[in-house]
């Protein structure tokens, strides 16, 4: 049995679209988002007021890049971004109160 030159044409490009969208790109949609393995967690005091706080990446491979809106009592606010690396404690700081803007993986 041979094929017509356009159905094999389509039949190749088909096979090519499954190729690149195949397991691939089920598995990044089964993938929880990365803020499912980020938190924030004050541990210590820094003085009466502030406490120490720490970025956590519970992840087993991949760095997280987090977006943290942190400020020091009677400080200005702050948003800086922390690169978390897998299985990880960060202490960012001293703060009085803390939350997580953004979280994505890293893209390196």
């Known amino acids: 049995m041979t094929l017509s030159r356009p159905l094999q044409l389509a039949s190749a490009a088909t096979m090519l679209a499954l190729l690149m969208t195949g397991p691939a790109g089920l598995r990044a949609q089964d993938e929880p988002a990365a803020a499912t393995f980020v938190s924030l ?17 519970s992840h087993t491979f ?4 987090a977006t943290i ?17 897998p299985n990880s404690v960060r202490e960012i700081g001293c703060a009085a109160d803390a939350d997580i803007v953004e979280v994505k993986f890293a893209d390196f």
Request: net charge positive.
């Open 41 to 57: 967690k004050f541990d210590g005091a820094c003085d009466a007021k502030n406490n120490r706080l720490w970025l956590t990446n």
């Open 62 to 65: 991949k760095t997280v890049a």
């Open 69 to 85: 809106r942190w400020r020091a009592d009677g400080g200005k606010d702050l948003v800086e971004q922390f690169f978390a690396s």
